[in-house]
């Protein structure tokens, strides 16, 4: 007896609540999963980074944003050994990345003891609209983005001296474009 899977368009044409509608749920959900679990970004460097201002920097905090569902987030960065690395994570369903950072001010951050490092036009929008930096981490040079982090712009920025240090930005730039050319 030869199974197949269930229509996509009928399950979908169900009314709310209906068995059919839970199945495509259930569907999409897993299918997002499965996509988060094959494909999980992690370079050696960024974990280096996040292991050392855990321990050199101490009263430091990471707060971390992710695009994915939170549990799955949580999942991938507890898989990745960087579980103890942050003190919280925030997945997509908890909002955008400006906001989370927006959050983090109102909740008693301060604004200029703030850092925003990511790899999107979210990232630096975030940074804008919390008027605090941003480190971005360069898509075709990630391992190289997280050292320099690492090694150079964290601590120029702990001492405040962040403005000062000289990195090329325009591959980044370039990047915050592509991603407003296509619609963000």
């Known amino acids: 007896m030869a199974s197949h899977a269930p229509d996509p368009l009928v399950l979908a044409a169900a009314g709310e609540g209906s068995p059919e509608r839970l199945i ?11 996509d988060a679990l094959e494909s999980p970004r992690h370079f050696k460097a960024a974990g280096s980074f996040l292991h050392s201002v855990k321990d050199s920097t101490p009263n430091a ?3 971390i944003h992710s695009s994915l569902q939170e549990a799955a987030a949580l999942n991938m960065w507890e898989m990745a050994g960087l579980g103890d690395c942050f003190l919280r994570i925030a997945g997509s369903e908890r909002g955008d990345f400006p906001g989370y950072v927006q959050m983090a001010l109102a909740n008693g951050y301060d604004q200029e003891s703030v850092l925003v490092v990511g790899t999107t036009y979210s990232a630096w929008l975030a940074a804008q609209r919390a008027g605090t930096r941003l480190y971005p981490i360069l898509p075709s040079q990630e ?9 150079v712009y964290f601590p120029a920025f702990l001492r405040g001296e962040a403005a000062f240090v000289d990195r090329d930005e325009r591959e980044f730039v370039r990047m915050i474009f592509d991603d407003l050319d296509s619609g963000f």
């Open 143 to 151: 391992e190289e983005s997280w050292q320099f982090l690492k090694d």
């Open 61 to 63: 905090t990471a707060l």
């Open 24 to 34: 495509l749920s259930w569907i999409v959900d897993a299918e997002r999963l499965v």
